[in-house]
């Protein structure tokens, strides 16, 4: 089993996280990818995904998500047997839509057939706590369902 690590951001900061997710799970062949840059077609259900996912505007996807989440939408892919993992991106200040990005694309994935495992991370950009520091210890805790 191999481990895709799928961003889809606004600025950039998806894209660290997803950096940091995949050094963590280097031992588990991690493959960072952009959801830009991600075809639905090439989803295998075998690999485990791990799925980050900021939070724009008024608590839409981003616009690196958007054409990803919409060809999941056209395509419906039967997703059974696809195991992720979902880290968001977002900022309490936006209380009614906190991390609703993460949470769009976990819907339609489990809509899809697909399993989420681990907590939903979601990461507060009014914290204190840095997203890659957050990532790291979330990834340290996926490690150890990984394995078993």
């Known amino acids: 089993m191999s481990v895709v690590v799928l961003f889809g951001s606004e600025t950039g900061t998806a894209e660290e996280v997803a950096d940091k997710i995949a050094e963590v799970l280097v031992d588990h062949d991690a493959e960072v990818r952009d959801m830009l840059e991600y075809e639905v077609s090439d989803i295998d259900t075998d690999d485990f995904h791990v799925i980050i996912c900021s939070t724009y505007g008024e608590g839409e996807l981003p616009t690196g998500a958007e054409p990803f989440y919409e060809a999941l939408v056209e395509d419906a892919p039967d997703l ?61 805790e996926l490690t150890g369902l990984l394995a078993g």
């Open 80 to 140: 059974t047997g696809l195991r992720f993992a979902l880290f968001g991106l977002g900022d309490r200040i936006y209380e009614a839509t906190f991390n609703r990005g993460g949470g769009i694309m976990a819907q339609k994935l489990i809509e899809l057939g697909a399993q989420q495992v681990h907590e939903h991370a979601r990461h507060d950009g009014s914290s204190n706590i840095k997203p890659k520091a957050q990532a790291e210890e979330w990834a340290q």
